[in-house]
């Protein structure tokens, strides 16, 4: 089981850059593949970014490819969320998630078993 815990969020002007954490605890992190996923009010889950436990492959939205970057450090059992480039529209709450271990990676929610509580983040124009 992993448990997680998001943070980072804010409040920046577009154009500008946050940098998200999602700190983990659990035995089962270094196996797991770890994807960022945000809501905006009235919308949707959707998926943002993902890396995979084995061999760190990243994806990404097409929304954010270019922007935003995925890193992990499993030594410190935290994934890392680098958004530059902000635009009003990324303005969502943002989680991070952790499927079962050894798992292939997918961009779908439904895959993943484990979330944090959300981090808020609000880019003004």
């Known amino acids: 089981q992993v448990q997680l815990v998001e943070s980072g969020g804010g409040l920046v002007q577009a154009g500008g850059s946050l940098t998200l954490s999602c700190a983990a605890s659990?035995?089962?992190?270094?196996?797991?593949?770890i994807g960022w996923f945000r809501q905006a009010p009235g919308k949707v889950r959707e998926f943002v970014a993902l890396?995979?436990?084995?061999?760190?492959?990243?994806r990404y939205a097409d929304s954010v490819k270019g922007r935003f970057t995925v890193s992990r450090d499993n030594a410190k059992n935290t994934v890392y969320l680098q958004m530059n480039s902000m635009k009003p529209e990324d303005t969502a709450v943002y989680y991070c998630?952790?499927?079962?271990?050894?798992?292939?990676?997918?961009?779908?929610?439904?895959?993943?078993?484990?979330w944090g509580q959300g981090t808020q983040v609000t880019v003004s124009s």
């Open positions: 890396i995979s436990w084995s061999r760190g492959n990243t």
């Open positions: 998630a952790a499927d079962r271990p050894f798992s292939i990676a997918t961009t779908g929610p439904s895959a993943y078993d484990y």
């Open positions: 659990g035995r089962a992190f270094s196996s797991s593949n």
